[in-house]
């Protein structure tokens, strides 16, 4: 037999001779290798999910007048649409209406596209219950809810101010600008916790024929993906592309947006770390332990004429081939625990990363040789006789 | 006998450095487990400062009022329309049940106004119609029980970038005024910090004979940026903004920023239905509902209404972060309990010969298993308490650096890990000591 082919038969038979102590082994190795998984996984998709759990501030950047002008012109609004079409986008155009003889704030924007910037809304479209409402994705996907024809004008009234005019759903209202009247019928009383509560919504091409501002806009809102760095690159773009109107961040939501991410990704770093060098010790200790409960192998090994070369092999090979199981079998069930936890915490599927495989593996791989390596280097100073004696 | 095994095996120079290793070990994974416990129980209060820098939760206007004329939270309505509330009433905020979770408020008062730029050496006066807002800046405060707190829009809104000086509002009545600007509106009259604008308050000249506009020279001190309608604001404090727009003690609404906990099933009931127990335990606890009840009841004829979309966040994020640490700190308790039980056992399993010993010199099996059972509280013990310290420093650590302020110690833990370290230990022994005990002791003891 040559000496390969006996390496790999006593690698082959420590698993066959003895599953159990290698069971120990491998359960430790593959616990370890499961939190790391779930940990580095986590750790690298959850700043981007806590990004998302923001969008329901609704507009991050804005698109305003610049210096004296008062109004954006629309054409902006369209090229805007053409050059950045994944960026959540929302046109509004304010006037001071009146409704009798009290101010009102028309504020004309395109209703079907309130749900992307401002899922949180919330619609009541009966108009005897009043606490029976509908998210405003729901609203405008049911095709009833919305008008019979896009030529037709609607209004939706903000709750305040439903409330206010005793107004109901349903209803055709009156709605007074520049003298004159214009009745509309109210489809929907929206809820929004903000300002919104107190205007009155329409279509904007609406408001600009009623206003006579064909063409004008207010001001540009937009809700755009990512942390504070991408905002800030496509605030720059923006910039610099339409320098007549001013671009600019909504502080609050950017920068609180951008603290709080920064300290998930501190707390979670450290906890990983934490986690990482508590399962790191835990290995070690089982693996050594079972290394060294194999002494009197060793001495039988040794007494035999193998080299103390060929023995530290021996058990580094046993190790890794373990670990190796172990980190793939902990890789995966750790990305599972994963998963489930991004699905009950976020709703949403982390995304499958390659770079955590190679890094559980050799962590996993890494740990192994070092707990493999501490005895064996103990097991170079073993005298077989007094091994095999019994002391 | 039994006492004096027990002290042996612990103090005998032999073994003391096997049971400092695994004092160690307990040690170690009882610190990384109070460490993760102490951090996921006080991570809802830390995010929940951060998540302040959303600005205002809470809206404070008059119940019965006209409709306001606001867009992005700007009053533009006239001020002899719509209702007012108290400026002297709002220190009853902090007499609230959850007054301690009011971490700043700030009222407002919105002046349609009309603002002239001075004429300086070859630019004309620049005249711009904007809405002055009378605030609180960062007021010191003494609340009925003597307690002293600061609060105003600095506090409420930390993110507000400026570039100049703030207003400080504590300055006596007869100071020099000054205003803030928004930089839009600053950009738009060419003002810069250190220039003095005219501020009138009233008719348009011509309008009407009866009413002479107000006005009031003051320096520009500071400008302000949010990225919101406040860009093109004006700012100065309430007791300069009263008698110009003729509301003595006047303020239109008052924003509040209040911790929270993050909204459940029960929160959103409706009060009235609940039980008289369920009403006690909605009171007491800080949702946001339960705080705009309480503000309401301290500021009779105001209705509170939540800001939905930065609470819906701030519950959001918290509930999140909250639910996040508590499964990683049960993962880094099974990581440290199984780090300390695999210890544990390896102990047993390397005194075999001497268990084997004791059997065959007519030991009892509950006499061995007490000794090393006894051994392993001792070692459970005293890593625990250690561990426990260890783990407080370590959440320290976490908390300054992630933080920069101090983890909460919560001295509730230490039985918890007390027991967790105990019951972790005696269960690494006892399941080797079992498999140990089924052994012949000449077999062991002749070394096969």
């Avoid at chain 1, 504070?228 to 007549?244: C, D, K, M, S, T």
């Avoid at chain 1, 625990?337 to 890494?366: E, H, K, M």
């Amino acid at each position: 037999m040559s000496r390969r082919l006996l390496f790999f038969r006593m690698v082959y038979k420590a698993f066959r001779v003895q599953p159990g102590r290698m069971a120990a082994s491998f359960a430790a190795l593959a616990v370890g290798a499961t939190l790391a998984s779930a940990f580095l996984n986590l750790y690298f998709d959850l700043p981007r999910k806590m990004t998302a759990e923001f969008r329901t501030l609704g507009a991050n950047l804005i698109l305003a007048p610049k210096g004296t002008d008062t109004t954006v012109p629309q054409t902006i609004y369209s090229e805007l649409s053409e050059a950045h079409p994944q960026i959540a986008r929302l046109a509004w155009l304010y006037a001071v209406g009146k409704v009798g003889d009290q101010e009102a704030i028309l504020a004309g924007t395109e209703l079907s596209r309130l749900a992307a910037l401002n899922p949180g809304w919330r619609v009541t479209t009966d108009p005897d219950d009043r606490a029976a409402s509908v998210p405003i994705g729901d609203f405008f996907s049911r095709p009833q809810a919305g008008p019979a024809e896009p030529e037709s004008r609607w209004l939706l009234a903000g709750a305040t101010a439903a409330a206010h005019f005793g107004w109901k759903v349903g209803e055709i209202v009156s709605i007074g600008y520049g003298g004159k009247e214009f009745a509309l019928p109210l489809h929907g009383i929206v809820s929004t916790g903000g300002s919104e509560d107190s205007q009155l919504l329409l279509p904007l091409a609406d408001l600009q024929q009623i206003t006579g501002r064909t063409g004008e806009l207010s001001l540009i809102a937009l809700a755009v993906p990512g942390a504070a760095e991408q905002i800030e690159a496509v605030r720059q773009r923006l910039a610099a592309r339409w320098p007549a109107v001013e671009a600019r961040p909504l502080r609050p939501v950017v920068e609180s947006e951008a603290r709080v991410i920064l300290k998930v990704r501190g707390l979670m770093f450290g906890l990983t770390a934490i986690v990482l060098a508590i399962v790191i010790l835990s290995v070690m200790t089982t693996v050594s332990g079972l290394v060294l409960d194999r002494q009197r192998d060793i001495g039988v090994m040794k007494s035999l004429g193998g080299t103390d070369r060929a023995i530290s092999m021996l058990f580094v090979a046993e190790t890794l081939s373990i670990a190796a199981v172990a980190a793939l079998l902990g890789y995966g069930v750790g990305l599972g625990l994963a998963q489930w936890a991004a699905q009950r915490i976020f709703a949403s599927a982390l995304p499958w990363r390659w770079d955590t495989l190679p890094a559980v593996v050799g962590v996993t791989l890494a740990v192994a040789f070092l707990a493999a390596a501490f005895p064996v280097y103990r097991v170079r100073r073993l005298d077989p006789t007094v091994v095999l004696r019994g002391n | 006998m039994f006492w004096r095994l027990v002290r042996e095996s612990l103090w005998r120079p032999r073994n003391r450095r096997r049971a400092a290793w695994a004092v160690l070990a307990v040690t170690l994974g009882t610190a990384v487990a109070a460490a993760m416990l102490n951090v996921s129980l006080d991570v809802g209060d830390k995010v929940g400062r951060e998540l302040r820098a959303l600005g205002a939760n809470v809206l404070v206007t008059p119940a019965a009022d006209s409709l306001p004329v606001e867009i992005g939270g700007i009053d533009y309505r006239p001020v002899s329309e719509g209702a007012f509330i108290s400026e002297t009433a709002l220190g009853s905020l902090k007499e609230i049940f959850w007054r301690n979770n009011i971490m700043a408020f700030a009222p407002f008062l919105y002046v349609p106004a009309r603002l002239v730029s001075a004429s300086g050496p070859g630019s004309r006066p620049q005249e711009q119609a904007t809405t002055l807002v009378g605030t609180w800046f960062d007021r010191p405060f003494v609340t009925p029980k003597g307690e002293r707190f600061r609060t105003g829009i600095r506090p409420l809104n930390p993110t507000w970038a400026l570039e100049g000086n703030w207003i400080d509002d504590s300055a006596p009545a007869n100071a020099p005024p000054q205003v803030l600007l928004g930089r839009s509106l600053a950009e738009a009259m060419a003002v810069r910090v250190g220039d003095s604008v005219r501020i009138l308050v009233g008719p348009e000249a011509g309008e009407s004979d009866v009413a002479k506009p107000r006005e009031v020279t003051a320096a520009v001190v500071g400008l302000v940026s949010t990225g919101g309608a406040e860009d093109r604001q004006a700012f100065a404090s309430l007791a300069l903004v009263q008698p110009l727009a003729g509301l003595p003690d006047q303020v239109r609404t008052v924003q509040v920023s209040a911790l929270t906990k993050p909204e459940d099933e029960f929160s959103r009931r409706d009060p009235k239905t609940m039980t008289r127990e369920e009403y006690d335990r909605w009171y007491c606890s800080p949702y946001i509902s339960s705080i705009q009840h309480q503000i309401t009841e301290a500021l009779p004829g105001t209705a509170a209404r939540a800001v939905r979309p930065v609470a819906e966040t701030q519950g959001n994020v918290l509930g999140k972060m909250t639910f996040l640490m508590g499964l990683l700190a049960v993962l880094a308790l099974i990581a440290a309990a199984l780090s300390i039980s695999s210890l544990a056992s390896l102990a047993v399993a390397e005194r075999r010969q001497e268990i084997a010993l004791m059997k065959a010199v007519g030991a009892q099996e509950w006499l061995v298993s007490g000794l090393f059972l006894a051994e392993a509280a001792a070692h459970g013990i005293l890593g625990g308490v250690l561990g426990f310290l260890a783990g407080q420093g370590l959440a320290r650590v976490l908390g300054r650096v992630v933080f920069g302020s101090d983890v909460a110690v919560n001295w509730l833990l230490l039985p918890v890990m007390l027991l967790v370290a105990l019951a972790v230990t005696f269960a690494g022994t006892w399941l080797p000591l079992r498999r140990v005990a089924r052994f012949q002791p000449a077999t062991v003891l002749r070394g096969e």
